[in-house]
């Protein structure tokens, strides 16, 4: 089991700054694969960031540019660095990670809002 823990949301304006940072848990040794997704009001669940074991990331395109994944070695942290915000990345945020047993592991969201 894994367990993680989101941190770091609240409220700014239109082209502001905010650090998530996500603390894992538990199995630790078994994380491969993080990432960050987020949900706004009404929508579906989508995928933000992923960082592999190996460090490679993918971004959705609407971040891309803008938002900066990263974890430390140990694999006890992820962070989600996202600069120039806009009021559509307002939306609850939630941490992932993927086990190499092939089980998913999600905090319980953090909250971000960007006010125009």
Known sequence: QVQLVESGGGLV???????????????IFSINDMGWYRQA???????????TSAGNTNYVDSV???????????????????????PEDTAVYYCKCSSRYGSNYWGQGTQVTVSS
């Not at 009001?41 to 960082?51: C, D, F, M, S, Y």
């Open 41 to 51: 009001p009404g929508k579906q669940r989508e995928l933000v960031a992923t960082i």
């Open 64 to 86: 891309k540019g803008r938002f900066t994944i990263s974890r430390n070695n140990a694999k006890t942290f992820v962070y989600l660095q996202m600069n120039s915000l806009k």
């Open 13 to 27: 304006q239109a082209g502001g700054s905010l650090r998530l940072s996500c603390a894992a848990s538990g199995s």
